[in-house]
């Protein structure tokens, strides 16, 4: 069965460097999330969309930003990077309109911003 | 979202059933339990989920209590490939559609020995 994809799977920034993650949800799944794990730490949630538009925000520092486009895919774009984003970031996707429905991840995409 | 207490860690020996325990005294009515594990830095993946009945798949077991204060996640037979960091959530469920994020606690590490 199809899975969430993100991609890149590894990426290495510059810090005050901007970078853009990508997640190809599952397909007919029209709601996304995104979550940020540190070193060592529990996920935490960043922010969500549901059908293109913005559902909840969570922990999502003033330097990113994400959308989601109309063939649902999302992107999460990260800006004056800094040592401190280096994590593990993970997009899950799930089936909205099933308010039960339960959330699939994707591997990640890991960021070392140096 | 109610907040949930786990152990912070557990051994299992390989063959044997793994019991996780979670309390989750402050649940309301339209909270589910939803059960998570994350292999080393590999996406969170789903298990299973309840309101208020036993629910079972073919991974595992999860046992509510009656008065929904707090659950036992059951692994029948235990693997080396089980060991991981196992959550214990609970999302609230709305009436209608959208993005119901689960907020990851401080899971129980589960370590499976031969």
């Known amino acids: 069965a199809a899975g969430v994809i993100q991609s890149p799977r590894h990426l290495i920034k510059e810090k005050r460097e901007t970078a853009t993650l990508k997640c190809y949800p599952i397909p007919r799944h029209d709601t996304v999330y995104w979550y940020q794990q540190g070193p060592g730490q529990d996920p935490q949630f960043l922010i969500s969309f549901y059908e293109k538009m913005q559902s909840d925000k969570g922990s999502i520092p003033d330097r990113f930003s994400a959308q989601q486009f109309s063939d649902y895919h999302s992107e999460l774009n990260m800006s004056s990077l800094e040592l401190g984003d280096s994590a593990l970031y993970f997009c899950?996707?799930?089936?909205?309109?099933?308010?039960?429905?339960?959330?699939?991840f994707g591997q990640g995409t890991r960021l070392t911003v140096v | 979202d109610a907040k949930t207490t786990q152990p912070t860690s557990m051994d299992c020996a390989e063959g044997r059933a793994a019991n996780l325990p979670c309390n989750h005294s402050?649940?309301?009515?339209?909270?589910?339990v939803y059960w998570y594990r994350q292999i080393h830095s590999q996406g969170p993946q789903y298990i299973i989920h309840?309101?208020?009945n036993n629910e079972t798949n073919e991974m595992a077991s999860l046992i509510i209590t009656e008065d929904r204060k707090s659950s036992t996640l059951i692994l029948p037979h235990a693997t080396l490939r089980d060991t991981a960091v196992y959550y214990c959530?609970?999302?609230?469920?709305?009436?209608?559609?959208?993005?119901?994020?689960?907020?990851f606690g401080k899971g129980t590490k589960l370590s499976v020995i031969p």
């Open positions: 959530i609970v999302r609230v469920s709305y009436s209608g559609a959208g993005s119901y994020q689960l907020t």
């Open positions: 899950a996707s799930s089936l909205g309109r099933d308010r039960r429905g339960e959330a699939f």
């Open positions: 309840g309101l208020k």
């Open positions: 402050t649940i309301s009515g339209n909270e589910y």
